[in-house]
């Protein structure tokens, strides 16, 4: 493992943006290279970590803060901690940079809803239209798109491959990566 120092990779964007696609492309490709890694999935997190929280505004806020602080532990041991999690206000964002602090990196996984919507296996946009579905981001919950990421991937038209380079060509720049 030659990993210089840790990061926290924060993919934020809308449900079926690409977010845990592209956190896997990364994360294989971090480990194909010998650099530890992890991937702190938001659903997968949900279900174990935080499974006593729900999807209300404050709740959203203390799910975030967890994974936000668990990425943290990672990162401080030399991982690059890849968060997949829709962090939908720039509260949330703001709060794990904070946490955080040097080596955050925010990424926007900016995928129109309409391709989201289409993308979407389980149908929740479908229930979430019909009412079904309290807060989902998007629909009847905000998402409030990243005024400033460090990083910006249209999923929906940049290639995986060409989109996990983009990364690593950004944690080399950080010096995350030895050269």
Same mark, same amino acid.
């Given at each position: 493992?030659?990993?210089?120092?840790?990061?926290?990779?924060?993919?934020?964007?809308?449900?079926?943006?690409?977010?845990?696609?592209?956190?896997?492309?990364?994360?294989?490709?971090?480990?194909?290279?010998?650099?530890?890694? =992890?991937?702190?999935?938001?659903?997968?997190?949900?279900?174990?970590? %935080?499974?006593?929280?729900?999807?209300?505004?404050?709740?959203?806020?203390?799910?975030?803060?967890?994974?936000?602080?668990?990425?943290?532990?990672?990162?401080?041991?030399?991982? =690059?901690?890849?968060a997949a999690v829709i962090s939908p206000e720039h509260r949330?964002?703001? !709060? !794990?940079?904070?946490?955080?602090?040097?080596?955050?990196?925010?990424?926007?996984? %900016?995928?129109?809803?309409?391709?989201?919507?289409?993308?979407?296996?389980?149908?929740?946009? !479908?229930? !979430?239209?019909?009412?079904?579905?309290?807060?989902?981001?998007?629909?009847?919950?905000?998402?409030?798109?990243?005024?400033?990421?460090? =990083?910006?991937?249209?999923?929906?038209?940049?290639?995986?491959?060409?989109?996990?380079?983009?990364?690593?060509?950004?944690?080399?720049?950080?010096?995350?990566?030895?050269?």
């Open positions: 493992m030659t990993t210089t120092r840790g990061a926290v990779i924060w993919m934020t964007g809308l449900s079926g943006a690409g977010k845990s696609t592209l956190a896997g492309a990364l994360h294989h490709r971090l480990e194909e290279a010998g650099h530890p890694s =992890i991937v702190l999935d938001g659903d997968v997190l949900r279900r174990g970590l %935080n499974a006593d929280l729900g999807f209300t505004p404050e709740d959203r806020a203390e799910n975030l803060r967890r994974v936000a602080h668990v990425a943290a532990l990672f990162m401080q041991q030399g991982f =690059i901690a890849i949330h964002r703001r !709060a !794990a940079r904070e946490i955080v602090g040097e080596g955050f990196v925010e990424v926007f996984v %900016n995928t129109p809803l309409t391709v989201c919507e289409a993308r979407d296996s389980k149908g929740l946009y !479908a229930r !979430a239209r019909r009412g079904e579905i309290p807060h989902f981001t998007g629909i009847s919950g905000p998402f409030e798109a990243p005024l400033a990421p460090d =990083i910006a991937i249209e999923a929906d038209r940049t290639p995986l491959d060409d989109a996990t380079d983009c990364l690593l060509a950004h944690l080399y720049s950080m010096r995350c990566l030895p050269e």
